[in-house]
């Protein structure tokens, strides 16, 4: 039979032996790095995932974020070179890369944003002070951000830590300053249009009087030589007449005061004075246009 005293001591070994084995060992994840403390001195940093060994109750372990972290910096006033005020919210990513110096300088990751923000800071004000509010706003943005990166990243070294991206969010002016430059932008921009307005006026009204003065001198031009034509046309109108008249004088007249006859006697109108032995009614006493007693009767003036 076996002694309950030995079995009991097993026991206790056992349970000591599990605690020990328990105490002893740690794991690390694949998104972590361990830093092993021996009586609070660090030792040489574990990076590598898996299950490692410490010495129980001597060695304690302290775990560090091998992640990207992010570091969301406040926004913040610059100057910039031609003394215009900048609203700048930017922001930084970076990785631990040395535990040992991270747990030595900043010791956490609260310190370290605290610390980093204050580098970020600095550097944001040193490069963007060197330069006008058009380069960074605009024409020199990327290179700028490169700057202020490798600058932050030459003081983030001495953290343990590596900045593996800063970026400017917005850069813009204050608000106060916002409105004015856009009141001053719309004003300057109606002026443009108002400029632009008045010379298509100009221009418009140049164009009305060339054409107008062009019209006139059209016109004036078509008078013209309509008055000659119709010049030229009763000139040859009198030559026919007077041809006509010299070839047969009794029909020319014939003619001639029939055509006064319809000119004056109107269905609508027509109110004449005359004796009825009036010259002007010689057709109608004789078809030849002589009178009783053998005199012609005097002709109608050729204009009539």
């Known amino acids: 039979m076996r002694n309950p005293v030995f079995g009991g001591v097993l026991a206790v070994l056992g349970v000591i032996a599990l605690v020990l084995v328990y105490s002893s060992a740690f794991i690390v994840s694949q998104t972590q790095q361990a830093l092993v403390l021996r009586l609070g001195e660090p030792l040489a940093p574990v990076t590598s995932p898996g299950l490692h060994w410490k010495v129980p109750f001597i060695d304690s372990v302290v775990y560090i ?4 972290l992010d570091l969301e910096n406040p926004q913040q006033e610059v100057i910039a070179a031609d003394q215009k005020r900048l609203v700048v919210d930017a922001f930084a990513r970076y990785r631990i890369t040395n535990p040992l110096r991270f747990y030595q300088s900043v010791g956490t990751v609260q310190g ?3 610390r980093l923000s204050t580098v970020l ?7 963007l002070g060197e330069n006008t509010f058009i380069s960074v706003v605009r024409d020199q943005r990327e290179g700028l951000m490169r700057q202020i990166n490798e ?9 343990g830590i590596t900045v593996v991206d800063v970026r400017i969010r917005r850069a813009d ?3 106060a300053n916002s409105q004015a430059v856009f009141q001053r932008m719309q004003t300057e921009r109606q002026r443009e249009a108002a400029e632009i307005r008045a010379q298509g006026n100009e221009a418009a009204q140049r164009l009305r009087a060339r054409a107008d003065r062009e019209v006139t001198i059209v016109v004036a031009e078509a008078t ?8 030229e046309g009763d000139a040859e109108r009198n030559r026919i007449f007077a041809d006509a008249y010299q070839r047969d004088p009794d029909f020319f007249a014939f003619y001639r005061s029939m055509q006064a006859y319809e000119a004056s006697m109107k269905s609508s109108d027509t109110r004449m004075l005359l004796a009825p032995d009036s010259n002007f009614f010689r057709f109608f006493q ?5 009178s009783a007693a053998g005199a012609p009767v005097a002709l109608p003036a050729a204009g009539n």
């Open 173 to 175: 002016l204050p608000e």
């Open 112 to 114: 370290a944003n605290s």
């Open 121 to 127: 800071n600095s550097a944001l004000r040193r490069v």
């Open 65 to 68: 974020d091998n992640r990207i």
């Open 151 to 159: 600058q932050v990243n030459r003081e983030a070294a001495n953290f």
């Open 224 to 231: 013209s030589k309509g008055e000659q034509l119709r010049g």
């Open 286 to 290: 004789s078809p030849t246009g002589v």
